[in-house]
Nanobody, 123 residues
Framework: VQLQASGGGLVQAGGSLRLSCAAS????????VGWFRQAPGKEREFVAV????????SVADSVKGRFTISRDSANNRVYLQMNSLKAEDTAVYYC?????????????????WGQGTLVTVSS
């Protein structure tokens, strides 16, 4: 499966963005899909995950209450809705997929990665 992340951009602190992860060559509903991010000078970190059936989701403590992951099976996409953005949310955001059935925060368990989309939050 090939993944393409989009929807990033420049937003003021307190604003919102919705990132999209589009898939081709496979059906995303059969994959666990995660969002990860990498800020400048930092390691890539887990943000959110939706298990293969979409019934289990999890988000990192740093974004809990602000970010939501959801699926659009009809359009073969997974979204990351980001509200109340902060300057520390500035990063390149990646979507990734794995055939594992449990919700995974470990990036090393993912087999397929999108190219990343840049989110910049100005304070």
């Amino acid at each position: 499966v090939q993944l393409q992340a989009s929807g990033g951009g420049l937003v003021q602190a307190g604003g919102s963005l919705r990132l999209s992860c589009a898939a081709s060559g496979g059906t995303l509903s059969l994959y666990t899909v995660g969002w990860f991010r990498q800020a400048p000078g930092k390691e890539r970190e887990f943000v959110a995950v939706s298990n293969w059936a979409g019934g289990i989701t999890s988000v990192a403590d740093s974004v809990k209450g602000r970010f939501t992951i959801s699926r659009d099976s009809a359009n073969n996409r997974v979204y990351l809705q980001m509200n109340s953005l902060k300057a520390e949310d500035t990063a390149v955001y990646y979507c990734a997929a794995t055939t594992g059935t449990s919700a995974q925060a470990n990036q090393w368990l993912y087999d397929y990665w999108g190219q990343g989309t840049l989110v910049t939050v100005s304070s």
